[in-house]
């Protein structure tokens, strides 16, 4: 079993093997909010500008003097981002997966609709394709037209659709 590297505990994110989680949306929005840099967020109570500044102690002390190297400069550590950028990349693929599945099954229920039109009695040249066409393309009138249970009631319901359409 592989591991997260932090202990003998599994990986973390082994609950995105079955399934996208409901809130990937609001852990797309968390992880991927710029809206402050990392230099620009302060703790509370501290303001810019509050450095206290180090001064070497004496030499008579036998204790190491402080570093007065400025801090604010220095590169922040790389691990907390590290784990971040894998994250965000994570929920990168699987939001680009759950697209092109959505984008598969509307395609597989319009092919289903269109295929249902026709064995009602449309033809391709006839105007309730051309009607189906344009209905099929939301969800709504798809689940509606599948849900009408025979072929002479779906080929008078595209009829009325042509109908009010004109």
């Known amino acids: 079993m592989p591991q997260s590297g932090l202990g003998k505990k599994p990986n973390g994110c082994k609950k995105f093997e079955k399934f996208i989680p409901h809130y990937i949306d609001h852990l797309h929005e968390l992880l991927h909010n710029d809206e402050y840099a990392e230099d620009e967020v302060y703790a509370e109570g501290e303001e810019e500008g509050n450095d206290v500044d ?3 102690m004496s030499n008579s002390s036998r204790k190491r003097s402080s570093n007065t190297k400025d801090t604010t400069s220095s590169p ?3 691990g907390k981002n590290q784990f971040l ?3 965000k990349g994570l929920i990168d693929t699987m939001q680009a997966g ?3 599945d959505t984008n598969t099954m509307r395609d597989y229920e319009i092919q289903q609709s269109l ?3 026709r064995e009602c009695g449309a033809t391709d040249e006839s105007e309730e394709i051309f009607m189906a066409t344009e209905l099929f393309a939301t969800r709504y009138n798809r689940t509606i ?3 009408i ?3 002479e009631a779906r080929l008078k319901w595209l009829q009325i ?3 009010r359409n004109k």
Do not use: G, H, Y
């Open 54 to 56: 180090a001064c070497p």
């Open 149 to 151: 249970k025979t072929n």
């Open 161 to 163: 659709k042509c109908a």
């Open 76 to 78: 922040s550590k790389k």
């Open 98 to 100: 759950s697209f092109e």
């Open 145 to 147: 037209f599948a849900n």
């Open 115 to 117: 295929m249902l039109a």
């Open 85 to 87: 950028n894998i994250f």
